[in-house]
């Protein structure tokens, strides 16, 4: 009697088990989703002001940046000044500042380069520099 009351124990831990792994082996998937990797666009800009400018004016032309910073489809916008890198073949230090900002996607990168206020930055701040260098890019 012992013993069939053990085999009949060990059969239903034996269901028991196949039907928890099938159940679990089947939220797997749910669980472990592949992750699809998100584009993320970056749009770098450096520009190099006149050279006739006052201490006091190249300061003012970093509410440029803040200006953009408020403006909408664009994130985590920074911008800066070159690094005190030590000098070497490959590093270009010659710009006055450079800025990079993030986009979720290029049709907001390309709606945000015309938003009336952007535009209307760009105009009141252009004669400030004489060059100006963008590089758009996408990572995965």
Known sequence: ME???FL???VQASALLLVSGNIFASA???VFKPIKKKKV???????????????AEVKEF???FEGLKKL??????????????SPRSVLDNS?????SMEFDSLEELEAYGQLPEHLALVKKYKPMFEKMMVHDTVYN
């Open 8 to 10: 009949f124990q060990a």
């Open 62 to 64: 970093e509410n440029f």
């Open 3 to 5: 013993r069939r009351k």
């Open 41 to 55: 666009y970056f749009h770098y800009l450096l520009f190099w002001l006149r050279k006739d400018l006052s201490a």
């Open 72 to 85: 909408p489809y664009q994130r985590n916008l920074r911008y800066g000044k070159p690094a005190a890198s």
């Open 28 to 30: 797997l998937p749910a």
């Open 95 to 99: 710009f006055t500042y450079n800025a």
